[in-house]
């Protein structure tokens, strides 16, 4: 079966063709880092990391850049409000570099952790100031932008398209802004490709117009384009992107180079809480850091897998849990496999090991159709656990050789491990040692630190245990603990 994507732009299932055979150039929205990456973010790139890595087994180079916004994205998401860095820093007392530094390495590290490849590499829109720039030269002499009071701004009304991503007609959206002042604008719906800094504004560059910052939507028009060349494969990003960001990418793109911006767009649905959207601003959202100190990587990850990615996930702690009980047997059986391998021994049941390799051999063709069904995750893990139920059932009853256990293992390496990622590495699996009397002795010491008011001491071990993968939570009904990575 052919890859076969939903183009969000022509609204129906497309088989994939590559611009080069054999090639793939695939651009991902990535974060705005002032704050902590949360479960929302997590959904995108575990998205795309699982495409990325699903294109390069099916045969492709792939090149896959991801770009980092590092100035330029404002509170409200269009030209109003402060840049959400420059607010950040102001609120911690710090430059705005620090916060970028900082939120960076926390992104990278939580990304690691939920076991995503990282792309290609990344891009910062604060290191392509002068392309920006020229881009924006371009459109002012081509007549698509317009220069008012050192502000750079793009005229819609000169990209009659303008809204064909999202469905959002200029003339609906026209009607829609009537009441709404123009302000320095010719038209409401007009975006700012470069802003004019106040002198309290930290990040600013010089540019033909005077000192100030690019737009939000500028840096992925340039980036893109200057990394993948004109009319690449595949963007990507959040549903919450396609408008305005990404219409706004192409009316720029497209008015540069008279040219599609890219042939496949692929956006995907939102985390949801109790139906709502979650968010920073929303103040709804769980961060990856604390979910990743509650759950095993693997188990996020078939939380959010199991639904596809063009539909929401609605996130609560009972899902994930039930994620993890489901992913138990997966780990159970390649702990299983492993005992097996281990043992060396050759087959008892020839029947049997013909029956199993059939099995995966099956299991192969029906786990990389649904990846090629544009990205049905859901229907993979599906596919892998009913491998795991075949597989046990002939266990149970006949003994394998060494050598039909290692193709299950291959098979699960393959798919649900280096694709989906949601193989717990064998070496957690190793341990039989039952700790709980140890952490009844741990929880009953610390009790006893807190009744002598010892406080210290109590958080300290508290502490400790979380750095250790052991969370213990206080409750009105007692102390509980679990396991966290």
Known sequence: MAFVIYNSMT????????????KVGMYVCGPTVYGPPHLGHAKSYITFDVLAKHLRRSGYKVRYVQNITDVGHLTDDADSGEDKIQKQARIDKVHPWEIVDKWTRQYMNDMEKLKLAHPNFYVRASQHIPEQIETIEELIQKNHAYVVDGNVYFDVESFPEYGKLSGRKLEDQKEAVRVEGR??????????????????????????WGVGYPGWHIECSVMANKYLGVSFDIHGGGLENKFPHHECEIAQSECVHEKP??????????????GIKMGKSLGNFKTCEDLLSKHTPEAIRVFLLSTHYRSPSNYTEEAIEAAAVGLS?????????????????????????EQILKICEKAESEICERLNDDLDTPGAIAKIYGL??????????????????????????????????ILPDSENNKSDLNIEPLMDLVIDFRANMKSQKRYDVADSIRDKLKEAGIVIEDTKSGVRWKKGQ
């Open 329 to 353: 047997r997966l780990s159970q059986l390649y702990q299983a496999l492993n005992e097996i391998t281990s043992a060396g021994e050759a087959s008892k049941s020839p029947m049997a090991d």
């Open 11 to 22: 609204r129906q299932k497309e088989e994939f063709i590559p611009r080069e055979p054999g």
């Open 261 to 274: 911006f890219c042939r496949y767009w692929m956006h995907n649905n939102m985390v949801t809480v109790d």
């Open 183 to 208: 302000g320095e604008k010719r038209n409401p719906k007009d975006f700012a490709l470069w802003k004019k800094a106040e002198e309290s504004h930290i990040l600013k560059w010089n540019s033909p």
């Open 388 to 421: 795991v139920s075949d597989v046990n059932r002939i266990i149970a009853a006949d003994k394998i050789s060494s050598a039909t256990a290692n193709k299950v293992i291959e098979t699960l390496k393959n798919w649900a491990g280096d694709i989906l990622g």
